[in-house]
């Protein structure tokens, strides 16, 4: 099954309870107020952010009126078209080469096995990949980041638990401008985004890559756990304050009733999702693709 058919799997649980009540909402009101209404209801049911489902649906009630048009079919794809187009409104990265890709957020939301998939993702592509073990606060979590290593079939740099993770970054670095590695992935330690040092300690490990590594391609992508829906937002906005976001991660996709905080995600916060993991296996994890996300939202 390709990305396509498991991004639409994936969101099966969403898409069951949206397409139920958009359903019942064209046999039970013409198109006038109170369907708009409802609409709006519909999306924030979905864990759309009020501001950004109001915007949504005000786009639509000008696009209707001004076609004079009230066929279901009509404002479906009109509703499915605006959807997109906030989706579209954070360009993603192109990622360059070489590339360091850090990547954070909060314990609990998959970034080691986010990591693991990745690593197997560029592998795919034909690109050599190294792995950086820069949580050494997590209990086995070096350990866990070498068996997925070990499954990608990549290099891992790792120190003992409880090292500076600056340093495991330092060497990661050497050892990937040495040997001419195309895609350096450091795994970072969960943090409360409240924990200033925490934030202060990720601060360091840019600095480390900034000043040995000039000429690499940095980016820092946000994990985020599907799941959580508009907590996943919240985290997205407290991060995006304290440290320069590139693109996000969604993990557990193939979880959620409510993923309609990714709107809100890319139109009010412009930080955009850059891949979805859609299932358990290490080849679950694939470029998010927009047009594809709305037509399994609805």
């Known amino acids: 099954m390709g990305f396509f058919g498991k991004i639409r799997e994936a969101l099966k649980k969403t898409k069951e309870g949206v397409a139920l009540k958009m359903r019942h909402l064209f046999l039970k009101n013409k198109i006038g107020d109170a369907f708009y209404e409802e609409l709006e209801e519909i999306l924030i049911s979905a864990d759309v952010?009020?501001?950004?489902?109001?915007?949504?649906?005000?786009?639509?009630k000008e696009e209707a009126i001004?076609?004079?048009i009230k066929d279901e079919g009509f404002v479906t794809d009109l509703l499915k078209d605006?959807?997109?187009?906030?989706?579209?409104?954070?360009?993603?990265?192109?990622?360059?080469?070489?590339?360091?890709?850090?990547?954070?957020?909060?314990?609990?939301?998959?970034?080691?096995?986010?990591?693991g998939k990745l690593a197997h993702y560029f592998v795919r592509q034909g690109k050599t990949v190294t792995v950086a073990a820069a949580d050494t606060f997590r209990a086995a979590a070096i350990d866990q980041l070498s068996?997925?290593?070990?499954?990608?079939?990549?290099?891992?740099?790792?120190?003992?638990?409880?090292?500076?993770?600056?340093?495991?970054?330092?060497?990661?670095?050497?050892?990937?401008?040495?040997?001419?590695?195309?895609?350096?992935?450091?795994?970072?330690?969960?943090?409360?985004?409240?924990?200033?040092?925490?934030?202060?300690?990720?601060k360091k490990m840019d600095r480390v890559v900034e000043r040995e590594y000039p000429e690499a391609n940095f980016y820092k992508f946000l994990v985020l756990d599907?799941?959580?829906?508009?907590?996943?937002?919240?985290?997205?906005?407290?991060?995006?304050?304290?440290?320069?976001?590139?693109?996000?991660?969604?993990?557990?996709?193939?979880?959620?009733?409510?993923?309609?905080?990714?709107?809100?995600?890319?139109?009010?916060?412009?930080v955009p999702v850059v891949f979805a993991g859609v299932g358990e296996k290490i080849e679950d994890i694939e470029l998010f693709d927009a047009e594809e996300f709305v037509e399994g939202f609805f």
């Open 147 to 202: 068996v997925w290593a070990d499954r990608a079939k990549v290099r891992i740099v790792k120190h003992e638990e409880g090292s500076d993770p600056s340093a495991v970054v330092y060497d990661a670095v050497s050892s990937a401008k040495a040997r001419g590695t195309d895609v350096l992935l450091v795994d970072t330690a969960g943090r409360l985004h409240v924990k200033e040092n925490l934030l202060g300690e990720l």
């Open 82 to 115: 605006i959807l997109e187009e906030k989706l579209e409104e954070a360009p993603v990265p192109e990622i360059r080469y070489p590339a360091v890709i850090f990547f954070i957020g909060v314990n609990g939301v998959g970034k080691t096995t986010t990591l």
């Open 66 to 68: 001004g076609g004079k």
């Open 49 to 60: 952010s009020v501001r950004t489902a109001e915007e949504v649906v005000e786009e639509v």
């Open 226 to 270: 599907a799941t959580t829906g508009q907590n996943a937002f919240a985290q997205a906005r407290v991060f995006k304050d304290a440290v320069s976001l590139d693109g996000i991660v969604l993990t557990k996709l193939d979880g959620t009733a409510k993923g309609g905080f990714v709107f809100s995600l890319c139109s009010e916060l412009k």
